[in-house]
């Protein structure tokens, strides 16, 4: 057991330090796609290896070796001082690691340095509404037109569609294959003609996500990552991509401080509620599985830098506990505002929070389901973790 | 950086184990239960592998290893539902005598299994009603509840105000009353002291809370070994058992049974770990960390063994397949020490969680 990065890593930390002691107050307080604060810090950050770090120069981005301990510390530091990480978006998390595996040298040259640099913004065409879970029996289709696909269907749960330039899109090419080799992965434009974009407002009273309308949209032929009938292997690259990044155990760290916070401020008949031994139970039993789920997280880390040790099983389970353990934290700080957790909504002035507490609350149920739902992952757990089979098959007819 | 296991502790876990599953099966486990055979045995046949020293120095006569490794046997011990003084004899006897420096000259023979130091420190942690120490002179009276191992040589015995004393287990004055309980691989009693004769071992409440710590990650680790056996058998049992035409580990219910499990007791293992690690090494965060290891493996320990015990079905329910000794293992460690509820409490009073 050693938690020491070692020497060489503490003077890259001072860097780090340094970096945000001289730049520091430029970091922008929102971040998001357009905002124009937010993609000259992006530009610095990229310059100074704090974004784009491990992407090569010849795509824009700085061109380092990769080195996990040394993404660590860079978290680390901008966590600890409240500093803006960069855009983050799915067009930078999820389609340029893509493109750097699968895509063509052209691909490259062409999307990674808009994207990564905030000038390009992407959503990500998979969820139907007939194609949730079982993805793999999407069905909207792309037939090949000469030198051009038609592409006609629907797609939903599209987050920043309305903002987006490009669009990466899993369609059916190959109608005939077995589903999961009939699929390709296309990039369009979304100024294209017969896309229509409708806004899906969810619980929140927000529209986070839309519904994406596809009639005889015209999709130049060379615009496919992979060749035809690849697509899902391309997408389940990026899916493992997406599922560790959504409930991150530092986060949640954050979060129980925050409670804690509130707790010491919030009083019900003259007691504190940060006194009240019910309440400093429940944030006790949550403050357990946060530490459990940080440890967890250093174990993941080991074995990312040392061979050998195996955390699988660590890895599979992040996703389902961790939005759970996010629910669960928001729930504690509502019940601890009594009816003034009901509070939604900025007109309401014993509003607490910005109405974040309400606002997550809903937002992780939202993540409990998405990208891949608590029951999806415990299918995972259950048979590439312990071993177990798959449910057989329901024969057709009958 | 590296956050796990040396190789040292990667062998001293398998010959633990090895021993154990060779030595000492479900069916030797039954006999200490049954009170047909002594955990004595067991602990000779552990004694010859060191274990019972693993924490006492090599100048008093044992391994001279730390917390972690401790916690790697105590995780073996807790998988083979392993009848031995373990807790007691080899975690909190050295932890308290070498941390006030006294008496240190028994441990000698308590690395080699000669004798068996139990421990009575409930009424220092958290008395209940009927139990109570007081001391006159070096004189106790008074009485302890559930204390640990009835078969003991010696007591450390902690007063109300956190002091702690060495009697002999055949002082004049003292009774000893073995007290039934649902489990059967690890003893508990009940002392009763007329005016016993007692060696200080420490006035400093520090030496209590430093022994305390060190058990609540000692029982952690077996909370873990049995979960995590627990576990194991019913993913196995649910891979030959079939009904319906199909095993049953083919059905999602008895599937997603099995990944809640593995999913709330995946991270109790770096728990564990990184709160053994704390106990030498981060002295700031071990109390914290210990309180809070050992109450969330208790609330994971209940919740594992009784769903593993739901996926054997029936036959889970029933003593021929022995799987209730692994839910009164993770029963018990719940209860001794400082239930989840007061160890949380501790916790809470060991850091600053508002400014």
């Given at each position: 057991?050693?938690?020491?990065?070692?020497?060489?890593?503490?003077?890259?930390?001072?860097?780090?330090?340094?970096?945000?002691?001289?730049?520091?107050?430029?970091?922008?307080?929102?971040?998001?796609?357009?905002?124009?604060?937010?993609?000259?810090?992006?530009?610095?950050?990229?310059?100074?290896?704090?974004?784009?770090?491990?992407?090569?120069?010849?795509?824009?981005?700085?061109?380092?070796e990769?080195?996990?301990?040394?993404?660590?510390?860079?978290?680390?530091?901008f966590?600890?001082?409240?500093?803006n990480?960069?855009?983050?978006?799915?067009?930078?998390?999820?389609?340029?690691?893509?493109?750097l595996?699968?895509?063509?040298?052209?691909?490259?040259?062409?999307?990674?340095k808009?994207?990564?640099?905030?000038?390009?913004?992407?959503?990500?065409?998979?969820?139907?509404?007939?194609?949730?879970?079982?993805?793999?029996?999407?069905?909207?289709?792309?037939?090949?037109?000469?030198?051009?696909?038609?592409?006609?269907?629907?797609?939903?749960?599209?987050?920043?569609?309305?903002?987006?330039?490009?669009?990466?899109?899993?369609?059916?090419?190959?109608?005939d294959?077995?589903?999961?080799?009939?699929?390709?992965?296309?990039?369009?434009?979304?100024?294209?003609?017969g896309i229509?974009?409708?806004?899906?407002?969810?619980?929140?009273?927000?529209?986070?996500?839309?519904?994406?309308?596809?009639?005889?949209?015209?999709?130049?032929?060379?615009?496919?990552?992979?060749?035809?009938?690849q697509?899902w292997?391309?997408?389940?690259?990026?899916?493992?991509?997406?599922?560790?990044?959504?409930?991150?155990?530092?986060?949640?760290?954050?979060?129980?401080?925050?409670?804690?916070?509130?707790?010491?401020?919030?009083?019900?008949?003259?007691?504190?509620?940060?006194?009240?031994?019910?309440?400093?139970?429940?944030?006790m039993?949550?403050?357990?599985?946060?530490?459990?789920?940080?440890?967890?997280?250093?174990?993941?880390?080991?074995?990312?830098?040392?061979?050998?040790?195996?955390?699988?099983?660590?890895?599979?389970?992040?996703?389902?506990?961790?939005?759970e353990?996010?629910?669960?934290?928001?729930?504690l700080?509502?019940?601890?505002?009594?009816?003034?957790?009901?509070?939604?909504?900025?007109?309401?002035?014993?509003?607490?929070?910005?109405?974040?507490?309400?606002?997550?609350?809903?937002?992780?149920?939202?993540?409990?389901?998405?990208?891949?739902?608590?029951?999806?992952?415990?299918?995972?757990?259950?048979?590439?973790?312990?071993?177990?089979?798959?449910e057989?098959?329901?024969?057709?007819g009958? | 950086?590296?956050?796990?296991?040396?190789?040292?502790?990667?062998?001293?876990?398998d010959?633990?184990?090895?021993?154990?599953?060779?030595?000492?099966?479900?069916?030797?486990?039954?006999k200490?239960?049954?009170?047909?055979?002594?955990?004595?045995?067991?602990?000779?046949?552990?004694?010859?592998?060191?274990?019972?020293?693993?924490?006492?120095?090599?100048?008093?006569?044992?391994?001279?290893l730390g917390?972690?490794?401790?916690?790697?046997?105590?995780?073996?011990?807790?998988?083979?539902?392993?009848?031995?003084?373990?807790?007691?004899?080899?975690?909190?006897?050295?932890?308290?005598?070498?941390?006030?420096?006294?008496?240190q000259?028994?441990?000698?023979?308590?690395?080699?299994?000669?004798?068996?130091?139990?421990?009575?420190?409930a009424?220092?942690?958290?008395?209940?009603?009927?139990?109570?120490?007081?001391?006159?002179?070096?004189?106790?009276?008074?009485?302890s509840?559930?204390?640990?191992?009835?078969?003991?040589?010696?007591?450390?015995?902690?007063?109300?105000?956190?002091?702690?004393?060495?009697?002999?287990a055949?002082?004049?004055?003292?009774?000893?009353?073995?007290?039934?309980?649902?489990?059967?691989?690890?003893?508990?009693?009940?002392?009763?002291?007329?005016?016993?004769?007692?060696?200080?071992?420490?006035?400093?409440?520090?030496?209590?809370?430093?022994?305390?710590?060190?058990?609540?990650?000692?029982?952690?680790?077996?909370?873990?070994?049995?979960?995590?056996?627990a576990?194991?058998?019913?993913?196995?049992?649910?891979?030959?058992?079939?009904?319906?035409?199909?095993?049953?580990?083919?059905f999602?219910?008895?599937?997603?049974?099995?990944?809640?499990?593995?999913?709330?007791?995946?991270?109790?293992?770096?728990m564990?770990?990184?709160?053994?690690?704390?106990?030498?090494?981060?002295?700031?965060?071990?109390?914290?960390?210990?309180?809070?290891?050992?109450?969330?493996?208790?609330?994971?320990?209940?919740?594992?063994?009784?769903?593993?015990?739901?996926?054997?079905?029936?036959?889970?329910?029933?003593?021929?397949?022995?799987l209730?000794?692994?839910?009164?293992?993770?029963?018990?460690?719940?209860?001794?020490?400082?239930?989840?509820?007061?160890?949380?409490?501790?916790?809470?009073?060991?850091?600053?969680?508002?400014?």
């Open positions: 057991m050693d938690l020491s990065f070692g020497p060489e890593y503490e003077s890259f930390r001072a860097e780090v330090q340094q970096f945000i002691a001289d730049h520091g107050n430029k970091s922008p307080r929102q971040g998001g796609a357009r905002n124009k604060d937010a993609i000259t810090w992006q530009k610095l950050l990229i310059e100074n290896g704090y974004a784009a770090r491990t992407i090569p120069r010849e795509y824009g981005g700085y061109g380092a990769p080195d996990i301990i040394k993404s660590r510390i860079i978290a680390e530091e966590s600890k001082n409240q500093i990480t960069g855009l983050g978006g799915q067009g930078i998390s999820m389609l340029t690691p893509v493109l595996e699968m895509g063509s040298e052209e691909q490259k040259q062409q999307f990674i808009p994207t990564i640099e905030g000038d390009m913004v992407w959503c990500q065409g998979y969820s139907e509404p007939g194609a949730g879970s079982d993805l793999a029996s999407l069905s909207t289709k792309a037939e090949l037109d000469g030198d051009e696909w038609v592409v006609n269907g629907q797609k939903i749960w599209t987050s920043t569609a309305q903002l987006a330039d490009w669009i990466f899109c899993l369609v059916r090419t190959e109608p294959a077995p589903k999961h080799q009939g699929i390709s992965f296309l990039l369009f434009r979304m100024d294209t003609p229509e974009i409708r806004p899906l407002v969810d619980m929140t009273g927000e529209a986070n996500f839309n519904e994406v309308f596809f009639t005889d949209v015209r999709v130049p032929k060379h615009q496919i990552v992979g060749q035809r009938g697509g292997q391309v997408a389940n690259a990026i899916l493992g991509h997406e599922r560790g990044s959504l409930a991150p155990p530092d986060a949640a760290q954050t979060r129980l401080n925050g409670v804690a916070k509130l707790m010491n401020s919030e009083t019900m008949s003259g007691e504190k509620l940060i006194d009240n031994s019910v309440f400093k139970d429940r944030l039993k949550l403050q357990g599985r946060v530490l459990a789920m940080r440890c967890n997280d250093m174990r993941l880390l080991s074995a990312r830098i040392n061979k050998g040790q195996d955390a699988k099983l660590a890895g599979m389970i992040v996703k389902l506990q961790g939005t353990l996010r629910h669960e934290l928001e729930a700080a509502i019940d601890v505002m009594g009816e003034i957790g009901l509070s939604y909504g900025s007109d309401n002035p014993y509003l607490r929070g910005n109405g974040s507490w309400q606002h997550t609350y809903m937002y992780y149920l939202g993540l409990i389901i998405g990208g891949g739902t608590s029951q999806i992952q415990k299918n995972i757990i259950s048979e590439r973790g312990l071993g177990m089979p798959k057989p098959k329901i024969e057709q009958g | 950086m590296e956050f796990g296991l040396s190789s040292e502790q990667t062998l001293l876990q010959s633990v184990t090895r021993y154990l599953a060779e030595q000492q099966p479900l069916d030797a486990v039954r200490v239960a049954e009170g047909e055979n002594e955990d004595a045995l067991v602990w000779q046949g552990l004694a010859e592998l060191g274990i019972p020293g693993i924490l006492i120095s090599e100048e008093n006569g044992g391994l001279g917390s972690l490794d401790a916690a790697v046997v105590a995780e073996a011990l807790g998988y083979h539902v392993t009848p031995a003084p373990f807790l007691s004899s080899a975690v909190i006897a050295p932890v308290a005598l070498q941390t006030a420096g006294q008496h000259d028994l441990l000698g023979s308590v690395a080699t299994g000669e004798i068996r130091i139990g421990a009575a420190l009424e220092g942690i958290s008395a209940r009603a009927d139990a109570g120490v007081t001391v006159d002179g070096n004189k106790l009276s008074g009485k509840l559930f204390v640990l191992d009835a078969d003991a040589d010696h007591y450390l015995v902690a007063t109300a105000e956190q002091k702690l004393y060495l009697v002999a055949d002082a004049a004055g003292l009774t000893r009353t073995p007290l039934s309980t649902i489990e059967k691989t690890r003893s508990t009693c009940e002392l009763v002291y007329d005016k016993v004769d007692a060696q200080l071992v420490s006035e400093d409440p520090g030496v209590l809370a430093k022994t305390w710590d060190a058990a609540l990650v000692a029982i952690a680790a077996d909370t873990l070994g049995a979960s995590q056996c576990l194991d058998q019913a993913v196995a049992y649910s891979l030959q058992r079939e009904q319906f035409n199909r095993v049953i580990a083919s999602q219910a008895v599937k997603h049974m099995c990944a809640e499990m593995a999913a709330a007791l995946e991270p109790c293992r770096s564990v770990w990184y709160a053994a690690h704390a106990l030498d090494e981060i002295p700031e965060e071990a109390t914290m960390m210990a309180c809070h290891t050992k109450a969330h493996l208790s609330e994971v320990g209940q919740f594992v063994t009784r769903t593993a015990t739901e996926v054997h079905g029936g036959m889970g329910f029933t003593d021929l397949v022995g209730h000794y692994w839910f009164k293992r993770a029963g018990f460690n719940r209860q001794i020490l400082g239930t989840p509820e007061l160890l949380r409490r501790r916790a809470f009073d060991h850091q600053q969680m508002v400014a």
